[in-house]
């Protein structure tokens, strides 16, 4: 236990970009920033239960309330962490859209509000058990794989910020309509031309600052209604087992451990994608915090009357475009939901912000994070192997339920449970189609792809006669026909490279001079090189 409690390598760096410290007012300015983003999202889901179970619009103010609170609570113990809980990283929690689905089939099949809390609290637990597994799996998930799932997110959110943009609510009669469309795009317009102001101080609250202005003209043309505002008792702490004792049934159980697996991956994804944002490393005990601190906010949601909590993927994408790395902007936002799941009123203000608004500021954000996995796969290397295989079916199955949501309506419910999200489908075959190629196929074949661009080659003195045409020595360098410099390996120095190539850990020919130069070793003469083909790993 000991080892378990004690304080993680990660956190030990008090220079990493995560721990830096603003100024207070700054720090909470973005930390409303952050609140603003995912406040949309984070009331669907109470609004959408709610209604569905037939509460009356006092119960489902009860659910929006929990939500609040809950959501705060669980972005504290993320960002801030505790012993063996939170990755303290930048990440967002709130309830999780990925249930939703999962919940109304359950209310739909003749079970109460209570089996729904009842099934989370279980399937939670469980998923609080298995984290450290999932953590594993951060060794499948090179740059082909985050770069792909991190694109993927961005992509996947789209619709959500078109959604908002035409006005969030397709039942309404001015769903669509210039009117909310043109807000949106105004929007958008703010807040790109403050990011290039020049000023740092209004670039970096650019999504903010585009929020308030948005809103403001809304509220001018009547498109904003702020009169239910301060509505209700100033203080409203959300009641515990509101709703009743949770029940619990066996078959709600078994969906919704389905659902917690996916939106562990979910989240795994989002905390490798805010690591490789703002440059700090992710490995499996960061994951396996991250997750348990994810898991057990799930399991004391239903007590408050919310439900699985998973990280916000757009303010991953917020923390990309506005350059704010810090944790403690996180929890800063984390405190103001708590607030506002304590005083109804504040929520009420943030509340009444235009879907459109939202949108406007959504289009950027979302943007910002499939930009993010695509400068991720920039660096990714495609000579001689199938990453690009990977990332187009990978990405290609991501967008599948996005542009035909009943794409697996006549598979078992489990099974469109999992593919009905764009980014589980794209992180499940990139990291199966990685291990396929990369982790098992680079061991057993010697041919390379059609896919692939050229092999991977190095040559020493034994196979001189696998030399190809277009070979040619500059400056003391063999160079192949690509301008590509062949490394020259010396004979003592073969077997450790061989041995790194089969591991995996060497893939191109460039990596192999790095390992050449870590090594301060320097070829003797041009008669030191041997040539072989095989597929890049």
Request: glycine share 10%.
């Amino acid at each position: 236990m000991k080892s378990l409690f004690a304080k993680p390598a990660y956190a030990a760096n008090p220079d990493a970009p995560e721990n830096e410290r603003l100024p207070g007012g700054r720090t909470f300015a973005y930390g409303l920033q952050h609140v603003l983003t995912m406040y949309g999202g984070i009331l669907a889901v109470p609004l959408i239960i709610g209604n569905a179970a037939g509460l009356s619009p006092d119960d489902i103010a009860k659910l929006v309330t929990g939500t609040l609170f809950v959501g705060g609570l669980a972005t504290v113990l993320q960002s801030a962490g505790l012993p063996f809980l939170g990755s303290r990283l930048p990440l967002v929690q709130g309830v999780s859209f990925a249930a939703v689905a999962t919940m109304l089939a359950i209310l739909n099949g003749g079970n109460g509000l209570q089996d729904v809390f009842g099934a989370i609290i279980a399937a939670s637990v469980i998923g609080f058990l298995i984290a450290p597994f999932f953590a594993k799996i951060v060794r499948f998930f090179p740059p082909v794989v985050t770069g792909t799932v991190i694109t993927a997110i961005g992509l996947t959110l789209f619709p959500v910020a078109a959604n908002w943009a035409m006005g969030g609510d397709s039942e309404t009669s001015d769903y669509g309509s210039i009117m909310n469309i043109s807000l949106a795009l105004l929007t958008f317009a703010i807040i790109i031309v403050l990011s290039k102001v020049g000023v740092a101080i209004l670039s970096r609250l650019a999504i903010l600052l585009g929020l308030v202005v948005g809103t403001l003209v809304a509220w001018f043309l009547g498109q904003a209604d702020f009169s239910e505002v301060g509505d209700g008792l100033p203080i409203a702490f959300p009641g515990l087992l509101e709703f009743g004792v949770p029940t619990f049934d066996i078959a709600a159980i078994l969906s919704m451990v389905i659902v917690i697996l996916v939106i562990k991956t979910e989240t795994t994804a989002d905390i490798i994608a805010v690591g490789e944002i703002i440059d700090t490393p992710v490995d499996s005990r960061r994951i396996a915090d991250g997750l348990r601190a994810d898991m057990l906010a799930s399991a004391a949601a239903p007590f408050f009357g919310s439900f699985t909590q998973s990280a916000f993927a757009q303010n991953v994408g917020l923390v990309a475009l506005s350059g704010i790395k810090s944790r403690w902007v996180v929890t800063a936002g984390g405190v103001i939901m708590v607030a506002l799941g304590l005083v109804p009123w504040l929520g009420q203000v943030v509340a009444a912000i235009p879907m459109p608004i939202l949108g406007g500021a959504g289009i950027v954000l979302f943007g910002t994070v499939a930009a993010s996995g695509i400068r991720s796969l920039s660096t990714v290397k495609y000579d001689g192997n199938m990453n690009l295989v990977i990332v187009a079916s990978a990405l290609a199955f991501g967008m599948i339920p996005v542009v035909s949501p009943d794409f697996y309506a006549a598979f078992p419910s489990w099974f469109e449970t999992i593919f009905h999200s764009g980014i589980s489908s794209a992180a499940i075959v990139a990291v199966v189609l990685n291990i396929v190629f990369n982790e098992i196929a680079a061991k057993t074949t010697t041919q390379a792809s059609v896919f692939a661009a050229k092999p991977l080659r190095y040559l020493t003195s034994s196979h001189l006669a696998d030399l190809q045409d277009g070979d040619v020595f500059v400056d003391g360098k063999l160079v192949d026909c690509d301008g590509e410099e062949v490394p020259v390996i010396p004979e003592e120095k073969l077997p450790e490279v061989k041995e790194k190539i089969e591991r995996g850990e060497v893939t191109t020919t460039a990596e192999i001079a790095q390992v050449l130069e870590k090594d301060k070793t320097r070829p003797a003469s041009s008669e030191s090189f041997v040539r072989k083909t095989e597929t890049d790993q």
